[in-house]
């Protein structure tokens, strides 16, 4: 009889930890922080390149140089918080009970959506049709903070309930998938030669 008690506790185990980690549950999706680290990197291309053109047009190259060194300093405080947001994210999981997690990760997620949108209206001041900056048609950008920040809410909101399904070492592991490399934001020299 103990051998079978094992054995079912041993199934419910895993049934927990496989339903926690499946690649399109909604326990375990953390695509929405990839999608967010792409919005961010694709918007620094857009930007240079709406200033390179402004920077043709007034025959300035100034333009072009000192708008890429504001950029990049604007980039790097969003890419600080980047990686602050995903660890204080994944702290307020492993070290909290459920209900305190959650205004925890509330807190961490309005100071995210707080810094995107700060960074939102750089852009956009830096992009818009607007006298001496103008030029013929807005640069469009795919970036929208109160999307994001709720997107990424969703995610680890999922990945609380998940984690609370799981023990020790796996609430870690799995967790640590939100501070991998390819998650990471790619450094302003690279996006911006």
């Not at 930890?17 to 695509?31: E, G, H, L, R």
């Amino acid at each position: 009889m103990k051998r079978y008690n094992l054995l079912i506790v041993l199934l419910l185990l895993i049934f927990n930890v496989t339903t926690a980690q499946k690649k399109n549950s909604p326990a375990a999706d953390f695509s929405s922080l990839k999608e967010t680290k792409t919005k961010i990197e694709n918007t620094v291309p857009l930007v240079i390149g709406h200033l390179q053109t402004i920077a043709t047009k007034e025959g300035d190259n100034n333009i072009l140089t000192n708008g890429k060194v504001a950029l990049g300093k604007e980039y790097g405080i969003l890419e600080s918080e980047w990686r602050l947001y995903r660890g204080n994210m994944n702290n307020c999981i492993l070290n909290n009970s459920s209900k305190k997690a959650k205004k925890c990760m509330e807190y961490h997620t309005t100071y995210l959506r707080n810094t995107l949108i700060n960074y939102k209206n750089y852009i956009t001041y830096l992009t818009r049709k607007n006298g001496y900056l103008g030029v013929e048609g807005d640069t469009k950008i795919d970036f929208n903070p109160a999307e994001i920040a709720t997107k990424l809410s969703e995610a680890y909101f999922n990945a609380n309930a998940a984690a609370g399904r799981m023990k020790g070492n796996q609430k870690t592991e799995f967790l640590g998938q939100t501070m991998a490399e390819d998650i990471k934001l790619r450094p302003y020299a690279e996006l911006a030669p």
